[in-house]
Structure formats: structure tokens, C-alpha cells
């Protein structure tokens, strides 16, 4: 008989398909912690991802220093699926402020700003948030390569968070709002590049052109 193990699943999907998967590992004796984490993959390269955790609080209590290994905070948030809760509450700031900093960014070139500046001046004031500083360089760049998260993958994390709210009947009016721009990115071409490339759409939409074709926002 195989001894019990713990496993950890670190995805953000439906929290009814990990109950499903929870209670068959419960089933065969083994213990399934859900362990979204929050972060992009150029802070994972530098420990700076947090755990939200949810489910035997024991065993997360015995995997800390595991997760201590690639990540700055572990949360303890209770029962299983809280994790996933809170990962879709984290990812729907997220969906929204990357286009807010993308819109924001458009507007200061419009109006005849320096990218860079535009970056430089909102990440020191009260306009800034860390999704703004994490995606703004890939903005000032109109380079958007470098995927930590892809639009067409992150698309996925949209439905999530829609089927979630829906089932709450919570009104999402700001994220519902951002939706249409990153379907807008996957039918323009960017569905392989990062969700930064919300910038290229709106600047797009307003007229603005940067750069030597082919020289910044290469599409796949």
C-alpha cells in the first residue's frame, strides 16, 4: 500500500474541480492542499511570490520550508478553496490594473510624453501599483516577448474569476470592463506574448505608432 502523500496544487482553476480532485485523493488517503500563488514568473526568479495556502493546516505547517524556497510569504487562509478565493480576488486586481496602467501609459504618449518618463514619474506618486511597475517597462519597450503570463493563457484565469463572481452574483463592473481588451489582444496576435501587450491593443485603437515596423511589438 502506498504511504500517504501530500500534494500540492498550485493552479488557478474552478474550485469545484479541486474539491473533485481533493476528495478523491482524501479517498485513497492521501492530503491535497490548495496553493495558488500570486506572482509573475520574473518574480519567481527572485523569491518574490506569496502562497496562499487553504487546507490541512499541519501540512502546511510541515511544507513551509519547501515553499519558503521559492516563495517571500506563505498564508495560512483555512479550509481548502480559500486559496483559490483568494487568488481569484488577487487576479481580478490584476486583470484591472494592467489595463489601467496600459490606458494610462497610451494617454501619455498621446499627449506627446516620453514613455520612459511617463514610467519613471507615475511608479514614485500615488498613480502607481505593482502591477504597473512589474509590466510598465515592457510598455516603455512596446516589447512584449518576454511572457511571464501569456494573454491566451491568462484568458483562462478571466473565465475563473467570471464563473466565480457569477455564481456569487457579484457585480464586477471594472473587470468586466477589462475583458474585451485582452480578447481584443488574442484576435489582434498577441495571444503568445504577455498580458502587457493590453498596450498595444489600446495604442492601436488610438492612433499611436511607435518605432520602425517590426522593430517593437512583434506579433506571433
Not at 21 to 44: F, I, K
Not at 115 to 120: A, C, F, R, V
Given at each position: 500500500?502506498?504511504?500517504?502523500?501530500?500534494v500540492?496544487?498550485?493552479?488557478?482553476?474552478?474550485?469545484d474541480?479541486?474539491?473533485?480532485?481533493?476528495?478523491?485523493?482524501?479517498?485513497?488517503?492521501?492530503?491535497?492542499?490548495?496553493?495558488?500563488?500570486?506572482?509573475?514568473?520574473?518574480?519567481?526568479?527572485?523569491k518574490?511570490?506569496?502562497?496562499?495556502?487553504?487546507?490541512?493546516?499541519?501540512?502546511?505547517?510541515?511544507?513551509?520550508?519547501?515553499?519558503?524556497?521559492?516563495?517571500?510569504?506563505?498564508?495560512?487562509?483555512?479550509?481548502?478553496g480559500?486559496?483559490?478565493?483568494?487568488?481569484?480576488?488577487?487576479?481580478?486586481?490584476?486583470?484591472?490594473?494592467?489595463v489601467?496602467?496600459?490606458?494610462?501609459?497610451?494617454?501619455?504618449?498621446?499627449?506627446?510624453?516620453?514613455?520612459?518618463?511617463?514610467?519613471?514619474?507615475?511608479?514614485?506618486g500615488?498613480?502607481?501599483?505593482?502591477?504597473?511597475?512589474?509590466?510598465?517597462?515592457?510598455?516603455?519597450?512596446?516589447?512584449?516577448?518576454?511572457?511571464?503570463?501569456?494573454?491566451?493563457?491568462?484568458?483562462?484565469?478571466?473565465?475563473v474569476?467570471?464563473?466565480?463572481?457569477?455564481k456569487?452574483?457579484?457585480p464586477?463592473?471594472?473587470?468586466?470592463?477589462?475583458?474585451?481588451v485582452?480578447?481584443?489582444?488574442?484576435s489582434?496576435?498577441?495571444?503568445?506574448?504577455?498580458?502587457?501587450?493590453?498596450?498595444?491593443?489600446?495604442q492601436?485603437?488610438a492612433?499611436?505608432?511607435?518605432?520602425?515596423?517590426?522593430?517593437?511589438?512583434?506579433?506571433?
Amino acid at each position: 500500500m502506498m504511504r500517504p502523500r501530500v500534494v500540492v496544487e498550485a493552479s488557478t482553476f474552478k474550485i469545484d474541480d479541486k474539491l473533485k480532485a481533493e476528495r478523491a485523493l482524501r479517498n485513497a488517503g492521501h492530503v491535497m492542499l490548495d496553493c495558488p500563488v500570486s506572482g509573475t514568473g520574473s518574480q519567481a526568479k527572485v523569491k518574490d511570490l506569496v502562497i496562499y495556502a487553504s487546507g490541512d493546516s499541519k501540512a502546511i505547517r510541515k511544507l513551509r520550508p519547501l515553499f519558503a524556497g521559492f516563495s517571500r510569504a506563505v498564508h495560512d487562509l483555512g479550509v481548502f478553496g480559500n486559496g483559490s478565493r483568494m487568488k481569484y480576488v488577487a487576479n481580478l486586481l490584476v486583470t484591472i490594473h494592467n489595463v489601467a496602467s496600459a490606458e494610462a501609459m497610451v494617454l501619455g504618449i498621446k499627449s506627446g510624453l516620453d514613455p520612459q518618463m511617463i514610467y519613471d514619474l507615475i511608479r514614485t506618486g500615488a498613480g502607481t501599483s505593482r502591477v504597473f511597475e512589474l509590466r510598465g517597462p515592457m510598455m516603455v519597450q512596446d516589447r512584449y516577448d518576454a511572457a511571464s503570463m501569456s494573454i491566451k493563457l491568462y484568458h483562462k484565469d478571466i473565465a475563473v474569476i467570471e464563473d466565480h463572481a457569477a455564481k456569487l452574483g457579484v457585480p464586477t463592473p471594472l473587470f468586466s470592463a477589462s475583458i474585451p481588451v485582452y480578447s481584443a489582444a488574442l484576435s489582434m496576435g498577441y495571444g503568445a506574448q504577455d498580458t502587457a501587450s493590453v498596450c498595444g491593443v489600446l495604442q492601436t485603437m488610438a492612433g499611436v505608432k511607435r518605432g520602425k515596423p517590426g522593430k517593437r511589438s512583434k506579433r506571433r
